[in-house]
């Protein structure tokens, strides 16, 4: 049997911030390593799964990986509510062959450590501009990402300035109260002890 053929699955699986749930699937929704988060049905263009959910009006924030859908919702409702009507919901959009994402959103990000050329992938890590910058990336994709992927959310690196470190919480790890912890126990005191010289402290930007 084709992997095709095999019928889409999706398991319900609490994240850390009690307002996202995330619907993991067994099956690639996207390539591997990318990413896309939408805020609202205006951002949706390229995004027809993330469109039609939107539909719901209890559904606030959305971020897709490459095998789960994150799904942040209005605090006017509760999970025990809503969580099956969505996994169903997910689950026959999948197995009708309907596209997830048309095209997935682009940021230029340096190609080597030259710097010189740059390549078009999908992230949403801003484009470093020197390579301690790069190396804090790297950190971030290497160590931190697999980990954070594992609660349904994505944390991205913004600026380096003066030794303080700003990044962005996406999927469930926005407005998550344990991300304070994820922060300044995770990422901060990795990228201090990794880049002693380099990084002073971590704080996160809203998106």
């Known amino acids: 049997m084709n992997l095709q053929d095999i019928p889409f699955i999706i398991y319900a699986e609490e994240t850390p911030n009690p307002a ?5 699937a067994n099956k690639l929704l996207l390539v591997s390593g ?5 805020t609202s049905a205006e951002e949706t263009a390229d995004a027809p799964l993330a469109r039609q959910l939107f539909q719901f009006p209890f559904v606030k924030r959305i ?19 809503i969580r099956d009507e969505l996994r169903v919901f997910i689950t026959s959009y999948l197995n009708r062959g309907e596209a997830v994402v048309t095209r997935l959103p682009e940021k230029k990000v340096a190609k080597d450590s030259s710097f010189k050329e740059t390549v078009t992938i999908n992230t949403q890590h801003e484009v470093p501009k020197n390579e301690v910058e790069n190396k804090i990336i790297e950190v971030l994709e290497q160590y931190i990402r697999p980990a954070v992927e594992q609660d349904g959310g994505l944390i991205t690196f913004k600026e380096l300035k003066d030794g303080v470190v700003t990044v962005q919480m996406r999927g469930s790890c926005s407005g998550c109260p344990s991300s304070t912890m994820t922060l300044k126990a995770g990422i901060e005191a990795l990228l201090k002890r990794l880049l002693p010289n380099d990084v002073k402290e971590v704080v996160s930007e809203a998106v």
Do not use: G, Q
């Open 63 to 81: 971020f897709i990986s490459s095998n789960y859908v994150s799904i942040t919702k209005h605090d006017s409702v509760l999970w025990e509510e």
């Open 34 to 38: 990318a990413s896309a988060e939408y």
């Open 20 to 24: 996202s749930v995330k619907f993991v």
